[in-house]
């Protein structure tokens, strides 16, 4: 079946540094890919998306680009602030899946001033 | 006023009781979902409604059942509570265009 596997974390890194946060998936068909993102006590919200090979989503100073030769849509930030810090998903959803959507174990991102 | 409200928010129960977990949205959507976060899993789909007539089961639906009362309304429920069902649950809606839409979450623990 479909899967996402992201980095673990938690990620730790000081303000102002460049951020990669790597996900790879398994999809039989041709998913769409996505970021969200969660804060302290709040639900997950869509960070950015991609919706087929070599497409690029941005939000916010994110961004990440759909490969489809290596399967992955890692996620970058160029210079981090302490308000990104969160923990964050990566997730897809494919039409073979009935457009479930299928989430990563999450990265826990901590931004230190 | 939120878009998906989760009731109640915290929630300490025992074992063998039976307990809901209420949902309900007001964007208008047709397709609703409940997922569980657990540490280190990600969330996994509990159970997915894409209408009021269409009921279906997720990967972990064992020990969860659930009631669509009407397209705003979705509720969870734990006929008997065990520990191993302790964990933050979402509920989540979406338009059909694959973007999901977030409640508060609910956290619960199972003693």
């Known amino acids: 079946g479909d899967s996402v596997t992201q980095m673990e974390g938690p990620v730790t890194l000081s303000e102002e540094a460049f951020l990669t946060i790597n996900c790879t998936y398994t999809a039989t068909g041709y998913p769409s890919l996505f970021w969200y993102v969660q804060y302290p006590g709040e639900g997950l919200q869509l960070l950015l998306k991609a919706t087929k090979a070599d497409d690029k989503g941005s939000n916010k100073g994110f961004e990440a680009t759909y490969r489809k030769e290596t399967t992955s849509f890692h996620l970058e930030k160029g210079s981090v602030q302490v308000s990104d810090s969160a923990v964050y998903f990566c997730a897809l959803s494919d039409r073979s899946g009935g457009f479930k959507t299928i989430f990563g174990a999450g990265t826990r991102l901590f931004v230190k001033a | ?111």
């Open chain 2, 1 to 111: 006023d939120a878009d998906v409200t989760q009731t109640p928010r915290n929630r300490i129960t025992k074992t063998g009781k039976r307990i809901m977990l209420e949902c309900s949205q007001t964007k208008g959507h047709d397709r609703m979902y409940w997922y569980r976060q657990d540490p280190g899993l990600g969330l996994r789909l509990i159970y997915y409604s894409f209408d009021v007539k269409d009921i279906n089961k997720g990967e972990i639906s064992d020990g969860y059942s659930v009631s669509r009362q009407a397209q705003a309304k979705f509720s969870l429920s734990l006929e008997s509570a065990i520990p191993n069902q302790t964990a933050l649950y979402f509920c989540a809606t979406s338009d059909g265009e694959e973007k999901l839409f977030f409640g508060s979450g609910t956290q619960l623990s199972v003693l």
